[in-house]
């Protein structure tokens, strides 16, 4: 049965840093490309970064240079280090596959006061 669980969001300041975790069962991320999605309230879930199952990474514009997307294969687990947090990165971050989906997670609530 394949599960996505995200962890590691939090209330931060502006500027601050965070990292979320991705842990996934039921199938193996590696052979897969994945990504890391986010929606804001009122808007439509975004892709801000995805890696290939050949480890080449994207990053949507608005969060290239201070976003960085890993996974560790032996933990089966995938990662969103996010710095110089700004306000607008304020969401609700998931991590599904890219391109195409499992069954959503519930996600992980960022917030990021100004």
């Known amino acids: 049965q394949v599960q996505l669980v995200e962890s590691g969001g939090g209330l931060v300041q502006a500027g601050g840093s965070l990292r979320l975790s991705c842990r996934a069962s039921g199938f193996m991320i590696w052979i897969n490309g994945m990504g890391w999605y986010r929606q804001a309230p009122g808007k439509q879930r975004e892709l801000v970064a995805g890696?290939?199952?050949?480890?080449?990474?994207k990053y949507a514009d608005s969060v290239k240079g201070r976003f960085t997307i890993s996974r560790d294969n032996a933990k089966n687990m995938m990662y969103l280090q996010m710095n110089s947090l700004k306000p607008e990165d304020t969401a609700v971050y998931y991590c599904?596959?890219?391109?195409?989906?499992?069954?959503w997670g519930q996600g992980t609530q960022v917030t990021v006061s100004s």
């Open positions: 599904n596959r890219d391109p195409g989906e499992f069954p």
């Open positions: 890696i290939s199952q050949f480890g080449s990474t």
